[in-house]
């Protein structure tokens, strides 16, 4: 696994890496507080709800098939609720998918924390999330990503014709983000991912959070350091 370096304390936009200046960015959520996002059961509410009356951190993924992803919410799966509780801090997770593909997608990667989607991508373009992946030899990778490019791709592949539906559940090219904000629409921390790989370190978003902890993440989640 990847080495956890100390965690950013400014907002930032991932363009070429977490941590090489990449240029700062702001954004305002009252410009997206109403749009909706929709539950497992096709359920919408709006996107105000997830941080009005509480701080929450908001991870933004790619498409439920991308296996980078897979594998990044199979360790936010690992964060024990009682610590979020206990620091009254929520952690949601959202994909571009239609609706139906979220009970699987828990399933498969045991996450049970909160979990909406945005099918048109309406919060993920205004908020401006890339549509693009951009990579460079400095960029540090994801510690969360234990497949190789090759093997992860198979397993996105054979995932999407296995599927009871053929697709790709999301955009292919969009890109995620990871953002801490409220209570209210302050923003504390704002990432864009470059790419697929791009990933906050989890220990590093926990810290930014105000959540004291540190995980290790190579089976199963225990804290090391509290």
Request: net charge neutral.
């Amino acid at each position: 696994m990847a080495e956890e370096k100390s965690p950013i304390t400014q907002q930032i936009q991932s363009g070429t890496s977490r941590g090489s200046g990449s240029p700062l960015v702001s954004v305002d959520l009252r410009e997206v507080e109403d749009c909706v996002i929709y539950d497992r059961h096709g359920t919408c509410i709006p996107f105000k709800s997830l941080f009005q009356d509480r701080k929450s951190i908001i991870i933004f993924v790619r498409n439920f098939l991308c296996y980078s992803c897979k594998e990044y919410v199979d360790d936010l799966s690992k964060i024990p609720e009682v610590i979020l509780k206990g620091a009254g801090v929520s952690l949601v997770v959202i994909g571009q998918s239609a609706h139906h593909h979220i009970q699987p997608f828990c399933s498969l990667t045991g996450y049970a924390h909160e979990i909406y989607v945005d099918p048109k991508r309406i919060i993920y373009q205004k908020l401006g999330m890339k549509r693009e992946a951009k990579f460079t030899d400095s960029a540090q990778p994801s510690p969360h990503v234990k497949s190789g490019v090759f093997m992860g791709q198979m397993k996105s592949l054979w995932r999407a014709i296995t599927s009871p539906v053929f697709d790709f559940q999301g955009d292919i090219y969009q890109q995620g983000g990871a953002i801490i904000a409220g209570p209210g629409p302050q923003v504390h921390f704002l990432h864009f991912d470059a790419n697929h790989l791009d990933h906050m370190p989890i220990n590093w978003l926990l810290q930014l959070a105000g959540i004291e902890v540190t995980l290790n993440f190579s089976k199963q989640a225990k804290v090391i350091h509290v």
